[in-house]
């Protein structure tokens, strides 16, 4: 028998600050809904856009799908007692960096699944996609781990126009006028070709990238527009980025020198 994680109480005082305020500052168009479960527990993947998405995509999914939405959030925003006291009343599972933390936490979210039949968020991508044109980025294996070793669904989630509302990293919030937010969500990813198969670093790379390109597909949808052939990678983009800084300090050192020789 499922156990109940929230509290109805709080999830309907939370629901009822929330969507009035979206109501406010969106303009929600929502598509997809259908490849939703109504029940039995469903992992949702979503390309991660602002902080302010998680309160988009919850809104999506409560209202839209009939999904109470369960979040993996930073250990660090529980700390916050108000946040913190809602978020753990409404089934909210914390994680901490670190290994034991992060095992803990999987853990967690596996009996929310398969336990409690949870409709369970995450963002593969582990942070705001640092692409310049906002696309979906290379992701982490943790959600693919979890589909194979459980064999719960993942629905692909993509989502646009919360940027436009708070971008990532930059000073401002606007606010108003209201911004057209879209959802699209699409059929299951298929990952039948990787069940029953060890779960190596390749496999799970190859499942990853299944689920980042349905994603990434489904934003492609929304946007009207061609995603890049190569995903941006963050690791690769900071190793190049340091390269790049030593050859720039190569230059000024031989710069240096040949002024030295000629003086």
């Avoid at 039995?40 to 109470?68: C, E, F, K, Q």
């Avoid at 290994?99 to 963002?123: H, I, M, N, P, Q």
């Avoid at 911004?179 to 039948?192: I, Y």
């Amino acid at each position: 028998m499922a156990k109940q994680r929230e509290s109805q109480w709080v999830k309907a005082v939370a629901a009822s600050i929330v969507r009035p305020v979206l109501r406010l500052i969106t303009r929600p168009v929502w598509r997809g809904t259908e490849h939703i479960p109504a029940e039995g527990g469903v992992i949702i993947a979503a390309n991660h856009l602002s902080t302010i998405d998680p309160l988009t995509v919850a809104h999506y999914l409560y209202i839209g799908a009939r999904r109470w939405p369960t979040f993996t959030m930073k250990d660090s925003i529980l700390k916050v007692p108000v946040v913190s006291a809602v978020a753990r009343s409404t089934g909210q599972i914390p994680v901490r960096r670190g290994g034991a933390d992060a095992v803990k936490a999987l853990k967690e979210a596996e009996l929310a699944l398969t336990r409690d039949g949870s409709s369970v968020v995450f963002y593969p991508e582990g942070t705001c996609t640092r692409d310049p044109d906002l696309w979906p980025m290379t992701a982490k294996t943790g959600v693919a781990r979890l589909a194979l070793t459980t064999g719960v669904p993942v629905v692909p989630v993509a989502h646009w126009g919360e940027h436009r509302i708070l971008p990532y990293r930059k000073k401002g919030v606007n606010l108003f006028p209201p911004k057209r937010v879209e959802f699209l969500a699409g059929p299951a990813v298929d990952l039948s070709r990787f069940a029953g198969r060890p779960l190596t670093a390749s496999l799970l790379a190859e499942a990853t990238e299944a689920i980042m390109a349905d994603i990434t597909a489904l934003q492609a949808d929304i946007r009207g527009e061609s995603p890049p052939a190569i995903p941006y990678d963050m690791k690769r983009a900071r190793i190049e980025a340091a390269e790049a800084d030593r050859r720039a300090e190569h230059t000024d050192e031989d710069d240096n020198g040949r002024s030295g020789a000629q003086a």
